[in-house]
C-alpha cells in the first residue's frame, strides 16, 4: 500500500483511540475522506497482505466493505494464495477469422472478451454455450457470513463483476487481473459469488480468476470454491491451467534497430510490463501528479516515479511529464502481437541496449553494470554507484531475458546474451 495511505489509515485510527485488539470496528467513509483527505474506494484496495494498511495487518486485521459507504475494520486474513501454472497449453482458438480489433486498449475487459470470443473461457470451464449477461459495478444484496467468531452481515455494498457468463445450469463470474498474482483478495470473489447465488439458486455459480501477461501473452485461469457458503476463509483453487493464444516469435535484430540514436539519460529500474501498461493507462485517463498515479497502480510514490522515469526511458511518455507520448498512445492501441513489437522495438533502441551492443562480444551482468556505472549527471558525477547500479542492471537483464524468450531477437548463453 502507497506510504500515504499507511500514514492516513494510521492517523484516522489514532484520532479515534481505535484499539486492534480483536474487537471489531465500522469505519464511515465519508468521515474517512474527510479526515485523511484520501479516497475511500483507494484507501481500501489491497490484494496481498503486503498491500494492506501497515496498522491492520501488523494487528491481524482485515479490512471489508459491508455497507454502502461503511467499512468493516476486523481480525481475519481474507488474501488467497494464488498456485503457480508451470505448464502453458497452447489453444487453437474456435475463431473462423483473426480479430485484427482485439485485445487491444485500456484495462482487462479487452483481455477477457479476447478470452471468451477464442473460446479459452469455454474450454476452461467445459460450459457452452455461454452468453456474457454480466458486467461492471453493482450494489449487492443481503447476506450475512463468519469472519473467525464474528457474524458478519453485508447489504448494499459495492460488487464488481468483470465479467459475468450465464449457461443454461451455471453462471461463471470472472474476475481479472492484468499480471501474474500471487495474491487476490478473497472478497472479489466472494461477494459476487454470494450475491449471484442468492439471484440463481438453481443454478451452480462457479468463481474464475484470470490473469493476463502483457509480456508473454499469456492467460492463466484459476477457479475457486467455497466449502462452506458461510465462510469465505473455505476458499480452496480447485482447478488452474495456463493458455496461450499467441506464441513466442522469431525477429533478427536488423528488424527492430531504428537509425535514430537515443539519449544517455537515466537507466531504468521499472522490470515489470504489466505494471508499466497499467501506468500508462493511468495517465492517459489524465491523472498527472506522482501521488494519484501511484494511489491508482497501487504504487508507492518512489515506485511512481521509477515507472514514469523507464517509460520515458523507452519513449512512451513525453519528457519530465505525465502524459503519454505518441509511441506511449500507440502502444496502448495495439493488439498483443503488435504490442509485443513496439515494446520490444522501444527496448532494443534504448541507449543502453544500444551502447552494449556497440560494444561487440556477449552482454554479460558485468558488462550492463559497467554501462550504467558510466553514465554521468550534468556536473560530471557518476549518476548511479553501489547497489543503484545492480538494481537498474537488473532491469535491463530482464528485458532482456523477454527479448531473448519471446521475441528471439536475442539468445541467452551460460554468461549472458548474444544478438541474434
Given amino acids: 500500500m502507497p506510504a500515504v495511505h499507511d500514514a492516513a489509515w494510521q492517523g484516522f485510527i489514532d484520532r479515534h483511540k481505535l484499539v486492534l485488539d480483536g474487537r471489531p470496528h465500522f469505519v464511515d467513509a465519508e468521515r474517512l475522506r474527510q479526515q ?14 503486503e498491500e494492506l494498511p501497515r496498522c491492520l495487518r501488523d494487528a491481524g486485521y482485515t479490512l471489508l466493505p ?114 501474474r498474482r500471487r495474491h487476490v483478495n478473497i472478497r472479489q470473489l466472494y461477494y459476487p459469488w454470494r450475491c449471484f447465488g442468492l439471484l440463481t439458486p438453481h443454478k451452480a455459480v462457479r468463481s474464475v480468476l484470470l490473469t493476463y501477461d502483457v509480456a508473454t501473452t499469456r492467460y492463466e485461469l484459476h477457479e ?9 476463509v473455505s476458499w480452496r483453487v480447485c482447478r488452474s491451467k495456463a493458455y496461450r493464444l499467441y506464441g513466442p516469435e522469431q525477429r533478427r535484430l536488423p528488424e527492430l534497430l531504428s537509425s535514430h540514436r537515443p539519449l544517455r539519460t537515466v537507466a531504468p529500474q521499472a522490470d515489470d ?3 508499466l501498461v497499467t501506468f500508462l493507462e493511468v495517465l492517459e485517463a489524465g491523472t498527472d501528479r506522482t501521488r494519484a498515479v501511484a494511489a491508482e497502480v497501487g504504487f508507492d510514490e518512489r515506485q511512481a516515479l521509477y515507472y514514469r522515469e523507464a517509460a520515458e526511458y523507452l519513449g512512451l511518455v513525453q519528457p519530465t511529464s505525465y502524459w503519454p507520448s505518441p509511441a506511449g498512445r500507440e502502444l496502448l492501441r495495439a493488439g498483443p502481437q503488435r504490442r509485443r513489437e513496439l515494446l520490444a522495438r522501444a527496448v532494443v533502441n534504448s541507449w543502453v541496449v544500444r551502447d552494449l551492443l556497440e560494444r561487440g562480444g556477449a552482454i554479460t551482468p558485468a558488462l550492463i553494470r559497467e554501462v550504467i ?10 549518476r548511479y554507484s553501489g547497489s543503484t547500479v545492480a538494481r537498474r542492471a537488473h532491469t535491463i537483464e530482464a528485458w532482456l531475458r523477454w527479448l531473448a524468450e519471446e521475441v528471439g531477437c536475442f539468445r541467452q548463453t551460460a554468461d549472458g546474451w548474444l544478438p541474434g
Fill in 36 to 49: 485523511t483527505g484520501c479516497e475511500p474506494r483507494l484507501l481500501a484496495k489491497y490484494d496481498s497482505p
Fill in 224 to 232: 475457486v470454491e467455497f466449502a462452506e457458503p458461510l465462510e469465505p
Fill in 273 to 275: 510490463f504489466n505494471r
Fill in 66 to 179: 459491508v455497507r454502502h459507504g461503511e467499512y468493516l475494520l476486523a481480525p481475519g486474513q481474507l488474501c488467497l494464495e494464488v498456485p503457480p501454472c508451470p505448464r502453458t497449453e497452447p489453444l487453437t482458438t474456435a475463431l473462423p477469422f483473426a480479430l485484427e480489433t482485439a485485445a487491444r486498449g485500456e484495462g482487462e475487459a479487452q483481455y477477457i472478451d479476447h478470452a471468451f470470443n477464442a473460446g479459452l473461457i469455454q474450454h476452461f470451464t467445459g460450459a457452452e454455450p455461454l452468453f456474457l449477461t454480466i458486467r461492471g459495478r453493482q450494489r449487492s444484496g443481503r447476506f450475512g457470513f463468519r469472519l473467525g467468531g464474528l457474524e458478519v452481515e453485508v447489504d448494499g455494498a459495492q460488487i464488481e463483476v468483470d465479467a459475468g457468463y450465464e449457461g443454461a445450469d451455471c453462471v461463471i463470474l470472472v474476475e481479472a487481473k492484468i499480471g
Fill in 373 to 382: 556505472a558510466e553514465l554521468r549527471d550534468r556536473a560530471g558525477a557518476p
